[in-house]
């Protein structure tokens, strides 16, 4: 503009974000703990019944590795 140099720039504040970005994770690694210390068998499926989740109990249980796919590849709903 007219030979002028101008320089733009934005700043956002992104405390609020990087707060609840590190409660998020501390949640999920307070999660993974207690999962992972349980000795029962957790899993988490989607709206269309696919696994998404297992904890590592279901797979050191002594079930093949061809029933474990099996299980972990069919949606739950075929299951039952």
């Not at 140099?5 to 998020?24: A, M, P």
């Amino acid at each position: 503009m007219n030979g002028k140099k101008f320089l733009v720039g934005v700043f956002r504040d992104i405390t609020d974000f990087k707060q609840t970005e590190e409660t998020l994770r501390k949640n999920e690694e307070r999660f993974r703990g207690i999962v992972e210390s349980m000795a029962d068998w957790i899993w988490e499926v989607d709206r269309q019944g696919r696994y998404t989740y297992c904890s590592k109990k279901i797979e050191s249980e002594s079930l093949s590795s061809s029933l474990l796919y099996f299980v972990l590849s069919t949606p739950l709903f075929l299951l039952f």
